[in-house]
Each structure stands twice: as structure tokens, then as C-alpha cells.
């Protein structure tokens, strides 16, 4: 139970909306519990542990399942010392995390550093600003966001280099996905989300303007079982949710959401970088900015989009389809 003045970073959020956090700390920015800026977030399947990028404390912290805090890496003096890592992904006993000074360190998932892959640059296992990256869970093959230089980097099982791609189509990608059929890109400069087959041939361009994205900052996404699409936006504090046929089904509204991740009890864990701050007196009922948007308006012209507003506003037409856990959307026509 979060208590008054605690800062809420990491939730469980279900497909409707629902809250609840799962990691509340009683500070701020240091120290063993609490987390400063933290960005990509995944789950070993095997264990159900939650890994979390914690940017600003330049390490990887480590939860279980419940949000109780087991152990961090990375903040050690010597080989293998963090600088504001970033992205994050776990194949088997491995996690390989991307960070600000342009190499991909390779760890254990207890927290054994294992080896330093790249450097600044633009050639083959050279990077500028890598972000988002994964595995390819059938081979062991990464993909990573080479962001800065505007291409996917492959690298082999042994994370050696293979092959690269992309440099004709991506504006800075910021997290790549793989499914069964396509690589998915998320791109933040040329926002939308790029689908390339398994010969690195761009297939189509999908989620782009009119899709139902405001396209504010674009960080992390993930496809879930059911192929669902879910979108963190951190400028416009807010996580859109796409189906299968790429249909807008569902937006949550949260602060600043960075990394995101589905575990295999189906909670979608949202790590997000703004601070949702308990109320005193609302020790049981955190102030997390979660609203319903299942609810449409359709206008054709922009004046009355205005008058809708106005009139939610003055509590008058339309009062019946928002209230104070809902979020309206106005559709132009």
C-alpha cells in the first residue's frame, strides 16, 4: 500500500485500465530501492523477474514478480560500469542492455558482466546512440537501434556482426520487435511503425499520422500474444493499444510511461520516468493519471471540437460520456 508523499515508477496496468503500482519507494533519484529516469523494462519468462533500466543511478535494477527489489548491477567501479543504460533484453541466462556511450555491455541475468560489444561510430558493431534492442528467441540473434545512424545493426548467437539495414527508410528507430512473420521498427523522427520480412525488405509502414497517435516522443513498444500493439508515448503521457488489423482499441493515460512489457500472468508493466505522487490522506488511492478512452465524439469541423470541449467543461452536453476516470476523444470526420 503506497503511503503519502510516495513516488510511484513501476505499475501493473491491465488492458482496461487498472491500475496498481508494484514497485512504490519513499525517495526519490538514489538509493537501493528507488530509481532516477528509469527507461526499457523486460521480464525473464522463466522466473517472472522484472529487470528495469534505471538511467539516472546508471545501473539495472531487478524486482520479482510482486515488485520487491532482489539485487542491482552495473553501478560498479571497473569493467563493466554502466553509463545511462537504456535498453534492455533477456534470452536464456543473458541480458544485453544499450547505453549512452555507444556499446552494448553483455551480462548474465544474475549480474555477471560478461563482455563490452562496440564503440562509437558508423561501421559494422559501431554505434551512435543505440537504443531499443532484442532477440530473436529461435537463434539468438540481436537486433539493435543503431538510432543516431538511422539502421538495424544483426549480430550473430556470439554477437558478432552479420548484417544491417534500414538506412534508406529509419529516422532514428527507437525499439524493434520480432514476430513470426515481420521485424517491427518504431521510428521517432518519420513517426510510425515499420514492418521489414525476414529478407530486410520493407513490407509497409504502418501506425503513422491518423492512426490514433500523437506521435509525442515515441519510446518503447510490445507486441503481446494476441498481437496486440502497445505504444508508449512519453510527451503525450499516454499508451495506445492497436489490434491485430492495426484498429486504435484502447488508450491509457499515464505519466511519462518510457519502458513497457507484458509478463505471463498477462499484466502489462509500464515503467514510467515522470513521478506519480500519493496524496496525503489518499494513502490507499495513489494519484496515478489512468483514464478510459473508449468513448468517441465525431465532429467534422474544428469550432465544434471547441464547443464539445467547452460544453464538458460547463458540465452541460455530453457530461454522460465523461466523468472523472475517463478520458473523451474527439474523432474528425
Known amino acids: 500500500m503506497a503511503t503519502a508523499n510516495t513516488l510511484e515508477r513501476i505499475f501493473s496496468v491491465d488492458y482496461k485500465s487498472k491500475i496498481q503500482p508494484i514497485v512504490s519507494v519513499c525517495k526519490w533519484r538514489r538509493g537501493f530501492e528507488n530509481t532516477n529516469s528509469p527507461q526499457g523494462v523486460t521480464i525473464d519468462n522463466s522466473t517472472g523477474d522484472i529487470y528495469v533500466a534505471d538511467y539516472g543511478n546508471n545501473c539495472v535494477k531487478v524486482f520479482d514478480c510482486n515488485g520487491k527489489i532482489m539485487f542491482k548491477f552495473g553501478d560498479e567501479e571497473g569493467e563493466g560500469k554502466m553509463n545511462c543504460p537504456y535498453g534492455l533484453a533477456i534470452c536464456r541466462d543473458r541480458i544485453l542492455i544499450s547505453q549512452a556511450n555507444n556499446c552494448i555491455l553483455n551480462y548474465q541475468v544474475n549480474g555477471e558482466f560478461v563482455s563490452s560489444i562496440g564503440k562509437p561510430g558508423k561501421g559494422e558493431l559501431e554505434f551512435y546512440d543505440p537504443l531499443g534492442l532484442t532477440f530473436d528467441q529461435s537463434n539468438g540473434e540481436v537486433c539493435i537501434c543503431d538510432s543516431d545512424n538511422d539502421r ?182
Open 152 to 333: 538495424i545493426q544483426i549480430l550473430s548467437k556470439e554477437l558478432t556482426y552479420k548484417t544491417q539495414f534500414g538506412q534508406d527508410n529509419l529516422r532514428f528507430p527507437v525499439d524493434v520487435k520480432l514476430t513470426k512473420e515481420f521485424i517491427y521498427i518504431l521510428d521517432r523522427s518519420n513517426p510510425c511503425l515499420h514492418l521489414y520480412n525476414y529478407n530486410l525488405i520493407l513490407h509497409k509502414n504502418i501506425l503513422s499520422r491518423g492512426y490514433g497517435l500523437q506521435l509525442m516522443n515515441l519510446c518503447f513498444f510490445y507486441i503481446d500474444n494476441s498481437n496486440n500493439i502497445l505504444i508508449t508515448e512519453y510527451y503525450s503521457s499516454s499508451i495506445s493499444i492497436f489490434n491485430s488489423q492495426f484498429d486504435l482499441i484502447h488508450k491509457i493515460s499515464i505519466a511519462c510511461p518510457s519502458g513497457i512489457a507484458v509478463d505471463n500472468r498477462g499484466r502489462v508493466i509500464v515503467v514510467c520516468e515522470g513521478v506519480q505522487m500519493s496524496k496525503p490522506g489518499f494513502s490507499d488511492k495513489p494519484e496515478s493519471a489512468i483514464n478510459r478512452a473508449d468513448e468517441f465524439i465525431e465532429v467534422e469541423k474544428y469550432d465544434d471540437a471547441i464547443e464539445v470541449l467547452f460544453d464538458v467543461l460547463r458540465n452541460k452536453r455530453h457530461r454522460d460520456k465523461v466523468n472523472e476516470q475517463s478520458l473523451l476523444i474527439i474523432k474528425f470526420c
